[in-house]
């Protein structure tokens, strides 16, 4: 069950004055500075066009949520509701979580908000941070960044085939180009009933059940189908002799999964079928998929999802069917980082303004406050240097133009405006407000 990782009550902080700081970011958790960010905010904003482009609009929901949420949307034999949810107690005593996913999250919106009564089909998109309580290791993460895609309301199967669409021209959108589909179909309550009943039997064998870790048969108990969470390698070969799902998908079932698979054939998305890819979470419902790489490692998937067909009953809504995906940003963009994509870079600055002398610094708020006004991103130096210092920092920016502003300039009523790719240089009014834009472009733009 969830772990109590602290009570949200605000106490007076004690200031230690001149004490060195010892204070680290916690485990698992990252700081992006801007280099980074900027890959990250280029990132978003491929997946949002793309997300736009086929007709999913996006929906904030709070970080922080009802544990009861998760224990029931997520499922209680997860791994993330038995040992990975951060979870705490707010003052009036209500237990809270940070949310370790989005989709329990998005469920309740739609209840919330009385979607299904506006339209039959919602088509939405999220992303921001998730948290689990995770061993920390390369590609996982205590907080990490999730894009995600949920279609509410649509049973067909052509609604799954958009989904895996979606995710794969994302994917392919962001640079991801060695990525595998891997499909499988856990098929309905009733296929699963059968085969339940059927795994059971042969994970209670003596000589399974003696040789399957602790937590497989924790699992034995729970969900005997979570077995195939199991990453541990004595398991996983027990477990390629234990009957798969798709021997007992019902007619329906087959029905649905061979169109799909017909639809990801006709788009051309290539799959390999694989009957143990359960996922970790208790929603599904018939189709499941998972897109991995081989540029990352253990931790090779970079985005999951499938159908939930019984999920927005589970928190008491109407029958109402559902399929959906997500996707880890900090793994994509590794894996780009480790294909051979040219890496963006942050763009050029346009103008570095020089102030040489009192006279100067006293006009460059103006000056900048116009070239931004104009559209142009300025920037200057704010530590008195000399003009040398100052070129020096105007190329660590990568600016493509340097106005210099000196007393002689202003004397003079020009500014010198030089070009830092070697261009040259020319003069223009030192009067900001006879100035246009065609003044700064054009020049190694
Ligand atoms: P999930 O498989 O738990 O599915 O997570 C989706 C993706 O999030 C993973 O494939 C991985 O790329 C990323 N991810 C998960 N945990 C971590 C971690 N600790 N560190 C870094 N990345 C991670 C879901 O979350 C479902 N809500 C997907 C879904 C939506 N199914 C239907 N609709």
Redesign the pocket.
């Given at each position: 069950m969830p772990v109590a990782v602290g009570r949200l009550w605000c106490m007076a902080p004690t200031i230690m004055m001149n004490s060195p700081l010892d204070i680290h970011r916690l485990q698992?958790t990252a700081d992006l500075l801007p280099a980074e960010s900027f890959r990250w905010t280029q990132a978003e904003q491929v997946i949002r066009g793309t997300m736009l482009r086929f007709g999913f609009g996006e929906i904030r929901f709070p970080v922080l949520e009802p544990t009861e949420l998760f224990a029931r949307g997520?499922g209680a034999s997860t791994d993330?509701v038995q040992k990975?949810m951060y979870t705490l107690t707010d003052r009036g005593g209500r237990s809270l979580t940070l949310r370790?996913?989005?989709?329990?999250s998005?469920v309740r919106a739609y209840l919330e908000e009385n979607l299904g009564s506006q339209r039959p089909v919602w088509k939405l998109f999220y992303l921001g941070p998730?948290f689990?309580a995770?061993r920390?290791q390369k590609?996982?993460?205590?907080q990490?960044?999730?894009f995600?895609?949920?279609m509410i309301g649509a049973a067909s199967p052509e609604s799954d085939v958009e989904?895996i669409a979606l995710g794969h021209t994302i994917l392919r959108d962001l640079g991801m180009n060695a990525v595998r589909l891997h499909l499988n179909s856990i098929g309905s309550p009733d296929a699963r009933r059968a085969h339940n009943e059927k795994l059971l039997a042969f994970l209670e064998q003596p000589d399974v059940f003696q040789k399957i870790d602790e937590d497989c048969r924790r699992r034995v108990q729970t969900n005997p189908l979570r077995v195939f969470d199991c990453k541990n390698e004595e398991c996983v070969r027990i477990l390629r002799h234990a009957p798969t799902i798709d021997q007992f998908l019902t007619a329906e079932d087959q029905e649905h999964f061979a169109r799909v698979r017909h639809g990801l054939e006709t788009l051309g998305i290539a799959y390999d079928l694989d009957p143990r890819m359960v996922?970790?979470?208790d929603?599904?419902t018939r189709t499941t998929f998972?897109?991995k790489t081989n540029l990352l490692g253990a931790?090779d998937?970079?985005?999951?999802?499938?159908?939930?067909d019984l999920l927005v009953e589970t928190f008491g809504g109407p029958a109402t069917p559902?399929?959906?995906?997500?996707?880890?940003?900090?793994?994509?963009l590794a894996a780009v980082g480790e294909s051979d994509v040219a890496p963006v870079a942050l763009p050029r600055l346009d103008v570095f303004v020089c102030g040489l002398g009192d006279n100067a610094r006293g006009l460059t708020a103006a000056i900048l406050s116009r070239l931004r006004g104009l559209g142009l991103s300025a920037d200057t130096d704010f530590l008195g240097r000399g003009l040398k210092a100052q070129m020096k920092e105007a190329n660590r920016l990568a600016a493509r133009l340097a106005l210099i502003v000196g007393d002689d300039e202003i004397a003079r009523g020009r500014f010198a405006l030089r070009q830092m790719d070697g261009g040259g240089q020319s003069e223009i009014p030192a009067d900001p407000s006879q100035w246009d834009k065609g003044l700064f472009v054009g020049v190694n733009a």
């Amino acid at each position: 069950m969830p772990v109590a990782v602290g009570r949200l009550w605000c106490m007076a902080p004690t200031i230690m004055m001149n004490s060195p700081l010892d204070i680290h970011r916690l485990q698992g958790t990252a700081d992006l500075l801007p280099a980074e960010s900027f890959r990250w905010t280029q990132a978003e904003q491929v997946i949002r066009g793309t997300m736009l482009r086929f007709g999913f609009g996006e929906i904030r929901f709070p970080v922080l949520e009802p544990t009861e949420l998760f224990a029931r949307g997520t499922g209680a034999s997860t791994d993330i509701v038995q040992k990975e949810m951060y979870t705490l107690t707010d003052r009036g005593g209500r237990s809270l979580t940070l949310r370790p996913e989005g989709t329990p999250s998005v469920v309740r919106a739609y209840l919330e908000e009385n979607l299904g009564s506006q339209r039959p089909v919602w088509k939405l998109f999220y992303l921001g941070p998730m948290f689990r309580a995770e061993r920390p290791q390369k590609g996982r993460y205590r907080q990490f960044h999730q894009f995600g895609a949920e279609m509410i309301g649509a049973a067909s199967p052509e609604s799954d085939v958009e989904l895996i669409a979606l995710g794969h021209t994302i994917l392919r959108d962001l640079g991801m180009n060695a990525v595998r589909l891997h499909l499988n179909s856990i098929g309905s309550p009733d296929a699963r009933r059968a085969h339940n009943e059927k795994l059971l039997a042969f994970l209670e064998q003596p000589d399974v059940f003696q040789k399957i870790d602790e937590d497989c048969r924790r699992r034995v108990q729970t969900n005997p189908l979570r077995v195939f969470d199991c990453k541990n390698e004595e398991c996983v070969r027990i477990l390629r002799h234990a009957p798969t799902i798709d021997q007992f998908l019902t007619a329906e079932d087959q029905e649905h999964f061979a169109r799909v698979r017909h639809g990801l054939e006709t788009l051309g998305i290539a799959y390999d079928l694989d009957p143990r890819m359960v996922r970790g979470l208790d929603y599904y419902t018939r189709t499941t998929f998972e897109f991995k790489t081989n540029l990352l490692g253990a931790q090779d998937t970079v985005c999951g999802g499938g159908r939930y067909d019984l999920l927005v009953e589970t928190f008491g809504g109407p029958a109402t069917p559902a399929v959906g995906f997500a996707s880890g940003i900090e793994r994509i963009l590794a894996a780009v980082g480790e294909s051979d994509v040219a890496p963006v870079a942050l763009p050029r600055l346009d103008v570095f303004v020089c102030g040489l002398g009192d006279n100067a610094r006293g006009l460059t708020a103006a000056i900048l406050s116009r070239l931004r006004g104009l559209g142009l991103s300025a920037d200057t130096d704010f530590l008195g240097r000399g003009l040398k210092a100052q070129m020096k920092e105007a190329n660590r920016l990568a600016a493509r133009l340097a106005l210099i502003v000196g007393d002689d300039e202003i004397a003079r009523g020009r500014f010198a405006l030089r070009q830092m790719d070697g261009g040259g240089q020319s003069e223009i009014p030192a009067d900001p407000s006879q100035w246009d834009k065609g003044l700064f472009v054009g020049v190694n733009a």
